[in-house]
């Protein structure tokens, strides 16, 4: 029997294939980050580090989820190209692992928009997105497992689809142009750091729906987006100094040439690049709003001093 022309193998399972290929390899340095997270932060707030924890259990969900998809439609279901209309219900259980995933990132970096701008009104669009996005992607799995041909499935919950689709874009593309604001001399770096990798990749999975929806390109491109998400938190907490700098008697400042006025030359001070603070409160990222040098150096860890990018 011949597969349906708009089901080409080269299109469907051949975009799975390298989609959850590449989110293997992602997955693994995904791995790597959280195991230099934990040892370079242990003393870092129990939440960011549950954090952590969610995300990467998260992850290992959704590479397992595609994985058992694609094992079924390339060894289970060989040689029977009529099953590639057939639901998978990997697919589907990535659907929902994808909806408490993308909403914590995303949820991550607006707090971290709203500590450095200290502007309330960007933070709430994102949270109330995520918010949003939350329940809808859960009704998409539910309906989802309801149905077993993937092409009625499709195409009944198109709309619903691309809004979603596009409501993570927004959300991406808002908070990795309000983070990148005025950083465009740290543009490689904050590429990552920021989530733009992400809010690309975003648009890609959006655009390939809307072009291609007879076959599986947009969703190889979005298997990857679960793992940037990770990636990109995990990228952020990773470049960070606060948590060794900030010991019990010492706050080192890497970067205060930055804060000296100009034409004033390190040289010229007789301050030392430690300072001493008798409290033993200052230890991991609680301490950063505990004592106006650590809040100085937290603002410079994440690229701004007095509400400007550095």
Not at 207 to 213: A, G, I, K
Request: charged share 10%; proline share 5%.
């Amino acid at each position: 029997m011949e597969a349906s022309p708009s089901f080409a193998l080269d299109n469907t399972v051949g975009a799975l294939e390298i989609g959850i290929i590449v989110s293997a390899c992602l997955f693994g340095i995904t791995t790597s980050q959280a195991h230099t997270y934990f040892r370079k932060y242990p003393d870092d707030p129990r939440w960011t580090k549950a954090l952590v924890l969610v995300v990467w259990w998260c992850e290992l969900a959704h590479l397992v989820a595609v994985s058992t998809s694609i094992y079924n439609l390339s060894i289970t279901d060989f040689a029977q190209p009529q099953m590639l209309v057939h639901r998978q219900p990997g697919v589907v259980v990535s659907i929902l692992v994808s909806a408490v995933l993308g909403p914590l990132v995303q949820s991550f970096f607006a707090y971290r928009i709203r500590k450095i701008s200290g502007s309330p009104y960007i933070p709430v669009l994102c949270w109330c997105l995520c918010a949003a996005r939350l329940p809808v992607c859960i009704l998409a799995a539910v309906e989802g497992f309801r149905t077993t041909n993937a092409l009625v499935y499709i195409s009944q919950w198109r709309p619903l689809f691309i809004g979603l689709l596009s409501v993570s874009a927004f959300n991406d593309v808002t908070i990795a142009v309000t983070l990148t604001a005025e950083a465009l001399d740290r543009l490689i770096i904050w590429t990552i750091q920021t989530g733009l990798i992400t809010s690309v990749t975003a648009v890609a999975v959006l655009v390939t729906c809307l072009s291609m929806p007879d076959n599986y390109v947009w969703l190889g491109i979005w298997i990857l987006l679960a793992r940037l998400f990770s990636n990109s938190l995990l990228a952020w907490l990773n470049q960070r100094t606060v948590g060794s700098a900030f010991r019990p008697n010492a706050v080192n400042f890497p970067q205060a040439d930055r804060l000296l006025p100009r034409g004033t030359n390190r040289t010229d001070l007789t301050v030392t690049p430690v300072v001493s603070i008798d409290t033993p409160k200052a230890t991991g990222m609680a301490a950063m709003y505990d004592h106006p040098y650590a809040t100085a150096q937290a603002d410079m860890e994440l690229g701004w001093v007095h509400g400007r990018a550095i």
